[in-house]
């Protein structure tokens, strides 16, 4: 079983900034695609931002140039650094793993538990 741990959602003011984590764990043999999600009150999950396993990141408009992703495929580990935040931003951030092949098998789409993030004004 492979389980995602995200860490370093919190309480800041606009223009502030925060860095996301997401470690997966299990007997993973390799992880394609990594990313983060989030979901704002009341609307659907929208990607934010996606990394594959050769380092291409994919960004939301709303967020290029004020986040970057990046991953440690040594550690199973992605992140997202979020700097110029804006209320907007405002959000359960939600990390994914996907295709991913563990000793057991192939699953297609692994998801984090979600961590606030909140953008005072």
């Known amino acids: 079983q492979v389980q995602l741990v995200e860490t370093g959602g919190g309480l800041v003011q606009a223009g502030g900034s925060l860095r996301l984590s997401c470690a997966a764990s299990g007997s993973i043999l390799s992880i394609n695609n990594m990313g983060w999600y989030r979901q704002p009150p009341g609307k659907q999950r929208e990607l934010v931002a996606v990394?594959?396993?050769?380092?291409?990141?994919h960004y939301a408009d709303s967020v290029k140039g004020r986040f970057t992703i990046f991953r440690d495929n040594a550690r199973n580990t992605v992140y997202l650094q979020m700097n110029s935040l804006k209320p907007e931003d405002t959000a359960v951030y939600y990390c994914n793993a996907g295709g991913v092949v563990h000793t057991t098998g192939y699953e297609p789409n692994y998801w984090g538990q979600g961590t606030q993030v909140t953008v005072s004004s």
């Open positions: 990394i594959t396993s050769g380092g291409a990141p």
